[in-house]
Nanobody, 118 residues
Framework: QVQVVESGGGLVQPGGSLRLSCVAS????????MGWYRQAPGKQREVVAR???????NYADSVKGRFTISRDNAKNTVNLQMNSLKPEDTTVYYC????????????WGQGTQVTVSS
């Protein structure tokens, strides 16, 4: 069975840092594009950062320069280092695994809560 499990969320002060991790099992991790998404209350879900199977990275403009995505294929893990956190970063963060072969399936984790507040 496929499992996508996020961890590392929590409560942090503005300007602080958190490191999110996502472990995917039951897939051939190396052929999956991985990504982090978030959906704030009352807003649409948005991509935060993506990293392709070849290591190409894209960030949302709102997090560029503050967040860093990385992957470790040996550990079936994708990480999101979040620095200089702002209150508007508060929401649930979801890990996504996207197959790069037919049938191009998507798998989602259950999410991890990030709260940035003083």
């Amino acid at each position: 069975q496929v499992q996508v499990v996020e961890s590392g969320g929590g409560l942090v002060q503005p300007g602080g840092s958190l490191r999110l991790s996502c472990v995917a099992s039951g897939i051939t991790f190396s052929i999956y594009e991985m990504g982090w998404y978030r959906q704030a209350p009352g807003k649409q879900r948005e991509v935060v950062a993506r990293i392709t199977s070849g290591g190409t990275i894209n960030y949302a403009d709102s997090v560029k320069g503050r967040f860093t995505i990385s992957r470790d294929n040996a550990k079936n893990t994708v990480n999101l280092q979040m620095n200089s956190l702002k209150p508007e970063d508060t929401t649930v963060y979801y890990c996504n695994a996207r197959e790069t072969r037919h049938p191009f399936r998507d798998y989602w984790g259950q999410g991890t809560q990030v709260t940035v507040s003083s």
